[in-house]
């Protein structure tokens, strides 16, 4: 199983963002993702999440309105569009699965939303 996280960089607050999760070695199509992001000195917190059953998804409140999470079960890709960003949505973002009673990890991409 792994995850792999792209599209970080540095913005402007205002600016956007696509991050995308590469996936491979389990079945996406079953499995929730989840996206995550620790930011300095903070602990990790859960920022969204698509269900595997239906499709529904999960946002922070701190990010409501702003991201969009989707998934493309054909190129085995989930994204985090990211909008209006904050100096606050500063940190390492995360994806995440549960497969098989572990919890799976990519590597983490950089976000940096500073003038």
């Known amino acids: 199983v792994q995850l792999q996280a792209s599209g970080g960089g540095l913005v402007q607050p205002g600016g956007s963002l696509r991050l995308s999760c590469a996936t491979s070695g389990f079945p996406l199509d079953r499995y929730d993702i989840g996206w995550f992001r620790r930011a300095p000195g903070k602990e990790r917190e859960a920022v969204s999440c698509?269900?595997?059953?239906?499709?529904?998804?999960y946002y922070a409140d701190s990010v409501k309105g702003r991201f969009t999470i989707s998934r493309d079960n054909v190129w085995r890709k989930v994204y985090l569009q990211m909008n209006s960003l904050k100096p606050e949505d500063t940190g390492v973002y995360y994806c995440n699965t549960y497969f098989r009673g572990r919890n799976y990890w990519g590597q983490g991409t950089q976000v940096t939303v500073s003038s």
């Open positions: 698509i269900v595997n059953s239906d499709g529904s998804t």
